[in-house]
């Protein structure tokens, strides 16, 4: 392994390797594809750590890795395609009747287990012996284990059986990556080594303008494609510029967003949702079927590589011999963030669950968030990943390289989390849900083809079109009765009048 | 434009403005496209020039471009996908019908057209005033120029009217890319400043040996992809998986053919081929439209990205300012490669042509290479394109930098030509082709569609599968009366009895 030799060599042999490795695990996730305990993440993890296991062999407990880990690699090329897909991919349908729970969980939850995370390190780590972190650095960590990773879960719920739950968990974490990301750029311009409500208000507002200024960012991104798509007629000419120009724009919306300092995720995702709600009605039809199929292959790809990475990265040797506590300490460091995070996210779950049911109190039985549900989403929400690795990165190393004993600590305790929560909480998964929601005997009448919600409006209901308008009319006592779909009727009218006609899509009317 | 203060900060914002301009590129482009003089090639290089001119204004003359021409980056990222590409979008079916004339211009005339060049620059550059290149150097300069950019004549030829012309000229581009890269690296290799027939032997049988090596490779690549992909059956799961396992495959042997030091090129030239004729079969409907159209984006997306950079760099103040040479020097020095470049192509298409027709004299009348089509294939290979760029910057520069005036000199020149004879020959392409083979007059009784070209056998004839058989058993004669024709037949039978059972892919005598 002559890798020091010569850069350009030793780039050739990283990304030969590190691509078989990725072809590796491609087909050992296929072959266990059967095996639903184990999913795509699992296998990622454990493969990185046998091969990190291997070049820490090889190279004589020099390295585990090929390739060092680098932030940048992550947010500037791996991030993207996983979160415009999971926007090109939403079910719209659900994700916006949903609408009101997924943003409270997403975003007030985040806000609430930040604190309690923040506070119990800020609490015990001292205890522990590790002292000098600032305030700003606990409100960190507090982000940076608030990020969930919700695939593992996902993998295990039946779209078809639980279409509530399952929009719950998925917008959830969808909005949970976008929040912590925003938030922690928040946190990271406080410089004091005091928190007083000053800067706590600070925080919020500053979280509230990145929020809304990176959604207009995607709006509008989305809205551009859609109109060049549909008004200078591309597919007149070849499929190919369609899907280069969705790609191309999405990718420019992010870096745009990363200029000026707004969060990427959220104007991706965003561009995502009004690309498939208004572009993707202007293109060919062999440009409908290759942008999924592709957008979901880059997302998938790019995931498998953090995970690969993260397995790798977990054998890093220098990174555990810079850390310096002793081995008790260590795992009282680990025991107190995952109870924090247990609890962290207990906090919000259950007491925002009711907030959701009170909301939605005029809707069918059938959006009521049960007991089991709760827990379900409790769970969902417990597993860490690539996120949360990334911030760690960037909050504790320069470039992935730390000299500090305490910030080498941070990233292993981190490394550790990740790893425990995804193979341990990720294997109980599907018993626990299986136990929970057993199959085909919860919300079965509920079940139904989705394969024509593409065609859907954005936010369509079980009542038809005309029964919305006419029930829209009534008065103003709906929106206090039933907020939430009220909201929805009015804007479908507004949409189907007045953006349909500009950007594309099928008009509700000649829907059934 | 604060790009100096903060490596991220202005790798951020060149990604941002580069991907900008590639968006506004697609769209100008695609506005274009109704004329057919202005190719994308053009297109991008215009937008370039424009977009540095800008640039230099803004950065008061010190840079004309966002990122440093890097030929890692060339070679690593931006070719694979478009030679990939090319061998699995080409017609197989033209493609290997004429696979001897097309070797014979791809590999012989490359030889021809080096010795050439070479040849020219060494006799006439001293006169000029530029002395002090090295023999190896003047051989560099004769496979750089060498290469040829057939993208612009494909656009202006007609599949259906002239099919034996067409695939004539798109195999050789291919064939010639891959050939020119491999005799670029074979004289590297040569050091002493003197010739001789032993030398001259040892480029060859290197040669040969990187030729086979590189084709083995990526057939075993292509093999591999169409049996994991058989026998795994992925497509139960997901077509997301298949995709990416193509991807990441072919990716996988340029790399590790990179690693090897053999040709890229050739090797994932020839796993695209293989795919789309096994691996292709194997896959979902939904991957094989997929694959398609995003294999031909992401070589869209790759080909603009060379030709914006190649016009951006063109107006590269410090470059200009290091050669050292006079106006009138400089011109002679351009016109000393164009004039070489014209004549060693001359010297080979005609003479190679007659051997063409001579060893296809057996077939009948629409396989004969005419006057015209000789011509056009000569004109086709006039312009010089993003190989020959990466070629002058590997041999001429330090990761895109250089101190030396002769250096600098050298890399303006193969700017120069490049823009000239891509802009200039361009914008000729599109009359001459009219004047030579007026529209729907030539060979229009040949035209058929080539839609059925995916399902057909890799080397279909024109007749019937049967009478190839029974025409194979004929005798031994038939061998050297129609060598080509034979050969084919063989490879055909072998093809259906052991390979596709194998491999994948329809039975041919299922076939009308």
Redesign the interface.
């Known amino acids: 392994m002559d890798v020091d030799i010569d850069t350009?060599h030793s780039?050739?042999?990283s990304?030969?390797l590190f691509?078989?490795v990725?072809?590796l695990c491609?087909?050992i996730?296929?072959?266990l594809?059967e095996n639903r305990w184990v999913n795509e993440s699992i296998t990622a993890i454990i493969i990185g750590c046998v091969v990190g296991t291997i070049i820490l062999c090889v190279s004589k407990w020099k390295s585990s890795r090929f390739l060092r880990f680098d932030e940048?690699l992550f947010f500037?090329y791996l991030l993207p395609p996983i979160i415009f897909n999971a926007g090109f991919q939403v079910k719209k349908k659900h994700f916006f009747q949903n609408f009101f729970p997924i943003m409270l969980f997403g975003v007030t939850g985040v806000f609430i287990s930040t604190s309690i995370v923040a506070a119990g390190c800020r609490l015990l780590f001292p205890k522990i012996g590790l002292k000098g972190l600032t305030v700003s650095e606990y409100l960190s960590l507090g982000t940076i284990f608030s990020s969930t990773d919700t695939v593992c879960t996902l993998q295990v719920l039946h779209q078809d059986e639980t279409p509530l739950l399952y929009s719950l968990v998925f917008g959830e974490g969808v909005v949970n990556d976008a929040t912590s990301v925003v938030l922690f750029n928040a946190v990271q311009k406080i410089n004091a080594n005091t928190l007083g409500g000053k800067a706590a208000l600070d925080i919020f507002l500053d979280f509230l303008y990145l929020f809304s200024t990176s959604t207009i960012l995607g709006v509008t991104a989305g809205l551009l494609t859609s109109y060049?798509l549909r008004g200078?007629g591309?597919g007149r000419?070849s499929?190919?510029?369609e899907?280069?120009?969705m790609?191309?724009?999405a990718?420019?919306s992010y870096?745009?967003a990363?200029?000026f300092e707004l969060s990427g995720i959220l104007t991706v995702f965003f561009a995502g949702v009004l690309m498939s709600h208004y572009a993707w009605h202007n293109v060919t039809e062999?440009?409908r079927?290759?942008t999924r199929?592709?957008f979901?292959?880059m997302s998938?790809?790019a995931e498998t590589f953090i995970f690969l990475y993260v397995g790798m990265d977990a054998l890093d040797y220098e990174q555990w011999r810079m850390s310096m506590l002793s081995f008790w300490a260590s795992l009282g460091l680990y025991s107190t963030v995952m109870v924090s995070i247990l609890v962290g996210r207990a906090a919000f779950v259950f007491p925002l669950a009711i907030i959701a049911n009170y909301m939605h109190r005029g809707g069918d039985a059938s959006s009521k968030i049960t007991a089991k549900h709760q827990v379900v989403i409790w769970w969902a929400g417990l597993m860490r990943g690539a996120v949360s690795v990334a911030l760690a990165f960037k909050q504790f190393t320069l470039s992935g390289v730390t000299m500090d004993p305490i910030d080498a600590t941070m990233i292993t305790t981190t490394i550790v989390v990740v790893l425990f929560s995804t193979i341990v909480f990720g294997f109980l998964t599907k018993p626990l849900i299986s136990y929970l929601l057993p199959p085909n005997t919860s919300n079965i009448d509920r079940a139904r083809s989705l394969k024509e919600d593409m065609t859907l409006p954005l936010l369509s209901f079980e009542e038809s079109a005309s029964e919305n308008l006419s029930r829209a009319k009534e008065n103003i006592s709906m929106l206090i009765e039933r907020p939430v779909h009220t909201i929805h009727s009015y804007w479908r009218r507004f949409d189907d009048t007045y953006m349909r006609p500009i950007f594309g899509g099928p008009h509700s009317t000649a829907l059934p």
Request: some cysteine.
């Open positions: 350009t780039q050739v042999v990304i030969t691509v078989a990725l072809c491609l087909v996730g296929h072959l594809n940048q500037i060049i200078l591309f000419h499929s190919v510029r899907i280069a120009l790609i191309l724009i990718y420019l870096m745009l990363e200029l062999s440009s079927i290759t199929h592709t979901a292959a998938f790809i």
